[in-house]
């Protein structure tokens, strides 16, 4: 069987890289950029910082921003709406996962419009028309949707998050300039810090997990253990420090392994508890990941250990299963000190046959190491009850 990778044609890194984007554009020809943003990054003027390369560049542009923080099919519906409506040519999109997800659903339908409804994406999409040429801007250290073939929408009325995975939605280029991560709030720092782990770790173990993907995920388990705590504590203290610059490399380098690899159980009952709770993704995930790692640890003992030693611990003299305990310790520890919750708000007793269902049926299941039936869901889904 030959294992497909899937990364970016083009990626910038380091501070003002945002400043390539206007040439980006120019050399391929494109007239007018539609920049897709939520409204929170242009109120408090994030988004502002690429416009103004476009507007000094002389590249017309319009925007769209009517993105939920977990975005619905209207979303994406609406956008390609806006897009067709505004004569773009070429898609910029500037936020965390939110802004990504709903323009790469927008860029997908501009092309491929047998697809409108959105639904039909769910699951390995047989699209045959890449999305329309995009730029992705991260805002947020943490999705790695700008290097992904996946993106997450949420249907509303079903209460569930559906996952589309799909090739033809990778950016073409991808932006990683942390100056863009400085407005990030401690909070949202700690929790898309956590998502990348959860990435980073899910890719280690996954069923599907080989070298050239392990490669990628256990360098990004390194940065980002090293790296969350200064940029939680930069994020409260305003003063500039090294923590947010590792957190964009390691974030998007745990995209590059997991999107070519798949996730697991904890990424199936995330999409499940923000689709139900509106939980933030990755507070979800985080809450999730030490226990996910538990159920695991029988089948993958070995990858444990090595994540206990990307993150640092010291394991001489342990036993593969003390250190595999080592690796959960480890993560239980990071969460507790960028303060993520250990409980999710909302989940009561009678949520959980549907929540083990939703969660069973989430793309992201089948690539968990360990079998899991009905029962054993409902039983982790008790232990993050409050």
């Known amino acids: 069987m030959a294992n497909r990778f899937v990364l970016n044609t083009i990626s910038y890194h380091g501070a003002g890289a945002i400043k390539e984007i206007p040439g980006e554009l120019q050399r391929r020809g494109f007239a007018k950029a539609f920049v897709c943003s939520d409204a929170d990054l242009v109120r408090f003027g994030v988004t502002k910082k690429v416009t103004d390369l476009l507007d000094e560049a002389g590249i017309p542009w319009s925007i769209y921003s009517d993105i939920k923080p977990n975005p619905t099919i209207e979303n994406v519906q609406n956008g390609v709406a806006a897009f067709k409506a505004s004569g ?33 994406l769910e699951g390995v999409a047989p699209t045959a028309k890449h999305a329309v040429f995009t730029i992705a801007v991260p805002t947020t250290a943490g999705t790695a949707a700008e290097v992904t073939i996946n993106y997450v929408i949420t249907d509303p009325e079903k209460q569930r998050k559906f996952v589309c995975v799909d090739t033809n939605d990778i950016p073409e280029v991808a932006v990683v300039d942390p100056d863009m991560m400085a407005t990030m709030p ?50 409260k203290s305003g003063v500039p420090a090294s923590g947010r610059e590792g957190m964009a490399l390691g974030q998007y380098i745990a995209g590059m392994g997991f999107s070519n690899v798949g996730l697991g159980i904890d990424h199936s009952m995330a999409h499940t ?5 509106d939980t933030p993704h990755g507070v979800a995930c985080a809450m999730l990941l030490p226990i996910a790692m538990e159920f695991n640890k029988p089948v993958v003992t070995e990858r444990l250990a090595d994540v206990a030693r990307a993150m640092g611990v010291d394991v001489a003299g342990m036993t593969a299963d003390e ?24 989940l009561v007793e009678a949520d959980l046959d549907q929540l083990a269902t939703d969660a069973m049926a989430d793309a992201c299941f089948p690539g968990n190491p360990r079998e899991a039936d009905h029962a054993q869901v409902v039983e982790l889904f008790r232990k993050i009850m409050a």
């Open 186 to 235: 401690a909070g949202l720092t700690a929790a898309t810090g956590m998502d990348a782990l959860t990435h980073a770790i899910e890719g280690y173990t996954t069923k599907a997990a080989w070298e050239l993907s392990d490669m990628f995920h256990l360098k990004a388990i390194e940065l980002i253990s090293k790296n969350l705590r200064d940029a939680v504590a930069e994020a």
């Open 323 to 346: 250190a595999a305990d080592a690796a959960i310790a480890a993560v239980h520890q990071l969460a507790e000190d960028v303060e993520i919750p250990k409980t999710c708000t909302g």
């Open 88 to 120: 773009a040519d070429c898609i910029v999109t500037v936020g965390g996962g939110s802004a990504m997800d709903t323009a790469k659903g927008i860029g997908i339908i501009a092309e491929n419009p047998e697809f409108a409804d959105v639904v039909s």
């Open 273 to 277: 508890l923000s689709a139900h709770y």
